[in-house]
């Protein structure tokens, strides 16, 4: 039982409504309102329902950045500042089954984990984490069945809408092994590593994919960053399969950073 399933809101009297599933992690942030226009315009390519939407959001008094209070922006000598949004804003925007709220800044990892990429990604890796619980538990006391496919999605993510049309039965048929994780291409860094900003799989595959932060502190000292880190876990601890998917022009609106 994880603690902070007390903080968890699930939508009262409500149904799953698809196969797919989207958890949705990290600070609300920047873009995020554009980033949701493009995940639509990606979803509306399904053949079936919209995947119902799960959320943990972390609020904070300041940006959560590996660049300092002002974000990537402020590191590039630029003037802008990268707004922030809350939790009714993310219901608003994504209308999630279920969420999640927790204040970064209250997090035991901020005072015990010194190096701050570490510390950075541990965050994101529990994040994830407990995006996913609140599916679980949303699949445990609404759902007379569990979702078939689940994505791992940002607030920040950036998908360019015209370069992508997305073949979904072709990605259901990849990852209906149950084995299998669909990644875009890039990040991988000489093969050691792979993207870390955007996941899809079966049930089975996300649930080890969320997994991930239980062994973030042992495998990050390996490669040094995230993108290693999730190889290592997904390839040498979890023995998935991990396919590209030619997604194109995926990453974080540059007025974002990494968390």
């Known amino acids: 039982m994880i603690g902070n399933e007390t903080r968890c809101q699930l939508a009262s009297g409500d149904q799953k409504s698809s196969d797919w599933a989207t958890i949705i992690s990290g600070q609300p942030r920047g873009n995020m309102k554009l980033a949701r226009e493009e995940y639509d315009y990606i979803i509306n390519q399904m053949d079936g329902p919209a ?27 630029k003037q802008d500042d990268t707004p922030l949004y809350g939790p009714q804003d993310v219901i608003d925007t994504w209308q999630p ?11 035991w990892f901020n005072s015990q984990i010194e190096n701050p990429k570490w510390r950075n990604g541990f965050s994101m890796t529990y994040a994830t984490k407990m995006a996913h619980r609140v599916m679980t538990l949303f699949e445990q006391h609404m759902a007379e069945q569990n979702y078939k496919y689940v994505m791992r999605w940002r607030y920040d993510i950036h998908l360019e809408k015209e370069r992508n049309q997305v073949d979904w039965k072709e990605i259901e048929d990849i990852i209906s092994d149950g084995n299998t994780i669909v990644i875009p291409p890039g990040w991988n860094w000489g093969n050691y590593g792979c993207c870390d900003l955007f996941g899809i799989g079966s049930h089975r595959a996300m649930l080890l994919y969320s997994m991930w932060n239980e062994f973030f502190m042992g495998t990050i000292p390996l490669h040094a960053n995230n993108e290693g880190s999730l190889r290592h876990y997904l390839e040498k601890i979890c023995e998935l399969r991990l396919v590209e998917y030619p997604f194109e022009y995926l990453g974080i609106h540059r007025s974002e950073t990494v968390h």
């Open 97 to 107: 089954k279920g969420i999640m709220v927790e204040n970064n800044d209250e997090m």
């Open 51 to 77: 995947p119902d939407v799960f959320a943990h959001v972390w609020i904070s008094d300041k940006l959560l950045s590996i660049w300092g209070d002002r974000g990537w922006m402020g590191a590039a000598g």
